[in-house]
């Protein structure tokens, strides 16, 4: 596609429940990188791909996130066992090569999790 | 670990007036610096951004951005709004190229622009 795609846009997930997020980066892209944005924040990094290879993981704000990309394209993000303060909207970016060489990630529009 | 203080989370304007959105940050090494901008239901996009150079930058509809080294800071500003600029406008900063960069991004906590017609 022409961008960067993500399902689902919306999850309701009962608290305990696991859910998986996917992202579907622009074809050809490198760099893959998962945020999360709380209500009234901004974007905050969670983990990086540099094809398959997960380079950071420094941002997963516990054991129960999980993300993965195991052919260097698409990506899931996985929660387990949500907690209401896991919700938030979930951000997937891609960078042809390296975003910091290049300077401009490509958003998705994300996946927003509300958990009860 | 560096941080992004936008000043103000929202900002009420009239259109044709002038604009500047407050963005400092922390980080004393080489950084990139970034203007991202959500318009209504729509994903983030990049405005503008500085590597190195001239520290005027220019972006897309009219919007610029300067960056002041010695102040930490890279304000976004337009000279005359548009209710079209209605969004949610998001800074960021990365550790520079030539580093252990790889466009990890740190942004601010956003700042709201409603214009009013």
């Known amino acids: 596609g022409a961008g960067v795609s993500q399902s689902p846009r919306y999850k309701v997930a009962k608290r305990g429940q696991d859910v998986a997020l996917r992202c579907d980066p622009i074809s050809g892209h490198v760099s893959l990188f998962w945020y999360q944005q709380a209500l009234g924040q901004g974007p905050e990094f969670l983990t990086y791909?540099?094809?398959?290879?997960?380079?950071?993981k420094s941002g997963l704000p516990s054991d129960r996130f999980f993300a993965e990309r195991p052919e260097g394209s698409v990506s899931t993000l996985k929660i387990q066992r949500t907690q209401q303060e896991d919700s938030a909207v979930y951000l997937c970016a891609s960078s042809l090569g390296l975003a910091g060489l290049t300077g401009e990630l490509f958003f998705g529009e994300g996946s927003r999790l509300t958990v009860l | 670990a560096q941080s992004v203080s936008q000043h103000n989370h929202h900002v009420i304007l009239s259109e044709a007036a002038s604009l500047e959105l407050g963005c400092n940050y922390s980080y004393g090494g080489t950084v990139n610096l970034f203007w991202y901008v959500q318009y209504p239901g729509q994903h983030l996009q990049l405005l503008l951004k500085y590597f190195s150079g001239d520290p005027l930058v220019k972006g897309i509809k009219g919007f610029e951005a300067e960056f002041i080294k010695s102040k930490f800071s890279f304000n976004l500003r337009k000279p005359s709004v548009q209710w079209s600029d209605t969004a949610e406008y998001f800074c960021?900063?990365?550790?520079?190229?030539?580093?252990?960069?790889?466009?990890?991004?740190?942004f601010g906590q956003g700042t709201i622009l409603t214009v009013h017609p």
């Open positions: 791909f540099q094809n398959e290879a997960q380079l950071d």
């Open positions: 960021a900063v990365n550790e520079g190229a030539g580093g252990t960069s790889y466009g990890k991004l740190t």
